[in-house]
């Protein structure tokens, strides 16, 4: 009941931000046409590339784009930020776990970005290429798998906020995971693209279960068997990083240093 | 409420040693304290910036466990049965806050009634109580960040007391206050310690809150307790001189001072004396007055602020 209510907190606190949640959309939108065009002169010279044709890779950058709100993969967790000035003291001395309350939070902003910013590049590539809009089995299918990717994404972040207890700043770790963002899940070229061994292991990495594995659902790539394949990838990552996480938030507990007195 | 013994803290201070190389050395924030308060009593817990204050008060929350020695709060080991103490405990951090920054006041209300599982009908009685002592009722509706610093201190205050605990921490609530809403905090403070019985252990460097409220006073310096007694007796131990000034009529000058008394500063006719406490005020009013001719004379008492920046120093400051 109290997560709950985190979460819902949550989401009303990020609706109070109007003008960032549409000037983030605009810029979601526009990077997907510049992707698009993109794979799709990659694609007129490899006209199957990872088993996608043209409007495959077209809907995959708008899709993607969609993405990078509700999984937040270019961000952070506020929480690193109140390590960093001590204000996780408040946080510490609250009757509640810190991980569920941090991934409650996350969700509510999750679901916040995923209704603000997730419509309107997907409508931008309907009305201008035409892309693949999914059915209802599709698109319910997509939601789990897009759940799942939240919780990794949450699993990773919480992570980088609760190691700033350690190394007392998170930005260079930030950057750090922010480039392997960007090459890793799939957001600079799909990895469906990559080569040979490559491609096998950064698909089983866990920046994959963020961004190509939900995009492959929609797409409708992984069907029966595989799609709970895919699912499994996603929950198996999940998991391990939120339980890395509860021995982290634990060993924490032991070390803790507040900053700013 | 509240028992420590030969508590310490030590912290790992990573520095610099060599271009590349880097020392490890162990700060002792907290150096064996121990001291008990019983439910019901005001304390005041002064030290200057660093003293070990936070560290302390982050002990007594189970924030942090102290490296050594024993502490229980309502019969609690703090960082072993935080969550459980948590319900018993109320806690301000002046610089911090609990309320969410982007909603109404009311919102992160609601939620502290899930966290600290307040039934319905009780939180209402409460809150109501609450918004009228403290005034909260013009922004019970308004988003935390469009609050004053005073507002939100009550809105902070109003969180920290809704479920009712038996103990409030108080780390500087009174930090940036304006006079009227520092007034309005000490005068809701005094009343929840006397009329609700709360036990209230509070932090600040502002001697007002401490002259204004509390019955006894704990000094603490290089995480040490210099002092545990009540006001008047901080204001005994630590004897400051006072200050006797003495306006002199005409071009007459300054004679007759007793051994001990000091002149600190002189300005037209207007002359500033300092009076040591084994001197008796009344016989250098009567040796000036007999050598020269006086218009008018007043004596000053030391006010706790010198006699605890006295203390602080640990050696007699000068006048």
């Given amino acids: ?261 | 409420m509240i028992q420590l013994s030969e508590v310490s803290k030590t912290f790992p201070v990573r520095q610099k040693t060599g271009r590349l190389r880097r020392g490890r050395t162990l700060v002792t924030a907290v150096d064996k304290i121990g001291f008990e308060v019983s439910p019901g009593e005001f304390v005041g817990y002064l030290g200057p910036n660093g003293a070990g204050k936070s560290t302390t008060i982050k002990m007594l929350t189970g924030i942090l466990s102290p490296s050594s020695g024993r502490v229980r709060v309502a019969g609690l080991d703090p960082s072993r049965r935080r969550t459980e103490l948590a319900l018993r405990l109320g806690v301000v951090f002046g610089q911090r806050t609990t309320l969410w920054w982007d909603l109404p006041l009311r919102d992160s209300f609601a939620l502290i009634r899930h966290l600290y599982k307040v039934d319905q009908r009780r939180f209402a009685a409460r809150l109501a109580e609450l918004t009228e002592l403290l005034d909260l009722g013009p922004f019970l509706g308004t988003p935390v960040r469009q609050l004053s610093l005073g507002q939100r201190m009550r809105g902070d205050l109003t969180a920290a007391l809704l479920h009712s605990p038996a103990l409030l921490v108080l780390d500087e609530p009174t930090i940036g206050l304006d006079v009227v809403s520092k007034a309005t905090v000490r005068e809701f403070l005094a009343r929840i310690n006397a009329e609700e019985g709360t036990t209230v252990l509070l932090t600040t460097h502002d001697l007002g809150d401490i002259e204004r409220l509390c019955r006894r006073v704990m000094v603490i310096d290089h995480g040490r307790v210099a002092f545990d007694g009540t006001l008047d007796e901080l204001r005994a131990t630590a004897p400051a001189d006072r200050t006797l000034i003495v306006d002199l009529a005409g071009d007459g000058v300054l004679a007759g001072l007793p051994d001990g008394v000091r002149l600190v500063r002189r300005e037209g006719p207007r002359s500033w004396l300092a009076v040591p406490p084994d001197v008796s005020a009344a016989s250098v009013v009567a040796d000036v007055a007999r050598a020269c001719d006086v218009a008018d004379i007043a004596l000053r008492e030391p006010d706790i602020e010198d006699v605890v920046t006295r203390l602080y120093r640990g050696s007699p400051a000068p006048a």
């Avoid at chain 1, 939120?242 to 982290?248: E, F, H, P, V």
């Fill in chain 1, 1 to 261: 009941m109290v997560y709950a209510l985190v979460g819902w907190l949550s989401f009303r606190r990020h609706s109070a931000y109007l003008a960032a949640s549409i000037g983030a959309t605009v810029s979601n939108t526009f990077f997907g046409f510049l992707r698009a065009y993109i794979l799709i002169a990659v694609w007129k010279y490899k006209p199957d590339l990872g088993g996608y044709d043209v409007l495959d890779a077209i809907t995959f950058s708008f899709l993607t784009q969609a993405l990078i709100g509700p999984v937040q993969i270019f961000g952070g967790l506020d929480l690193a930020q109140r390590v960093r000035t001590g204000d996780v003291a408040i946080d510490l001395h609250r009757p509640a776990d810190l991980q569920a309350w941090w991934l409650a939070d996350d969700l509510g902003r999750a679901a916040h970005a995923f209704l603000s910013r997730g419509f309107a590049p997907l409508a931008a590539g309907w009305l201008v290429f035409g892309i693949v809009l999914p059915g209802p089995a599709q698109g319910a299918a997509f939601l789990l798998s897009l759940l799942l990717a939240v919780l990794v994404g949450f699993g990773m972040r919480y992570l980088v906020a609760l190691a700033v207890f350690w190394i007392h700043d998170a930005r260079g770790v930030e950057a750090i995971i922010r480039s392997c963002a960007l090459f890793l899940s799939g957001m600079l070229m799909p990895l469906v693209a990559f080569p040979g061994a490559v491609g096998a292991v950064v698909q089983a990495l866990p920046w994959a279960a963020l961004i190509q594995v939900p995009a492959d659902v929609y797409l409708g790539k992984r069907q029966g068997w595989d799609l709970l394949a895919a699912y499994a990838f996603q929950a198996g990552w999940a998991l391990a990083l939120l339980l890395l996480g509860r021995a982290l938030t634990r060993a924490a507990h032991r070390r803790l240093v507040i900053q700013g007195g």
